[in-house]
């Protein structure tokens, strides 16, 4: 069973910064590839990022690339999203998923469909206030 638990959200003023990690537990972390995902209240889940597995390739949607980071540390087992230069409308819940597919073959559009991920972190909010 794969768990992957959220961190690091909270209440940033326009132009702050944060960073979410995301730590798993079970399964071969460094063999998924993992992605980011937002959801305001009334809105559908949102693309943000995703990361191959060894952490060489990376895809951001297009209203957070420039300010979004994503990275992994596979020896922690853990993914990260730095997030700079954060507007109001980034207000959202936050969650971390991961394609449970050993070595899956990476690909940008795919990865950012919800639908090919199998596991889903508990969320973390981000509220920025303008």
């Known amino acids: 069973q794969v768990q992957l638990i959220e961190s690091g959200g909270g209440l940033v003023q326009a132009g702050g910064s944060l960073r979410l990690s995301c730590a798993a537990s079970g399964g071969t972390f460094s063999t998924y590839v993992m992605g980011w995902f937002r959801q305001a209240p009334g809105k559908a889940r949102e693309f943000v990022a995703s990361i191959t597995q060894s952490g060489g390739n990376k895809y951001y949607a297009n209203v957070v690339k420039g300010r979004f980071t994503t990275s992994r540390d596979n020896a922690k087992n853990t993914v990260y999203l730095q997030m700079n230069s954060l507007k109001p409308e980034d207000t959202a819940a936050y969650y971390c998923?991961?394609?449970?597919?050993?070595?899956?073959?990476?690909?940008?559009?795919?990865?950012?469909?919800?639908?090919?991920?199998?596991?889903w972190g508990q969320g973390t909010q981000v509220t920025v206030s303008s």
């Open positions: 998923a991961a394609d449970f597919r050993p070595l899956a073959s990476y690909d940008a559009s795919k990865h950012a469909s919800p639908s090919i991920y199998d596991y």
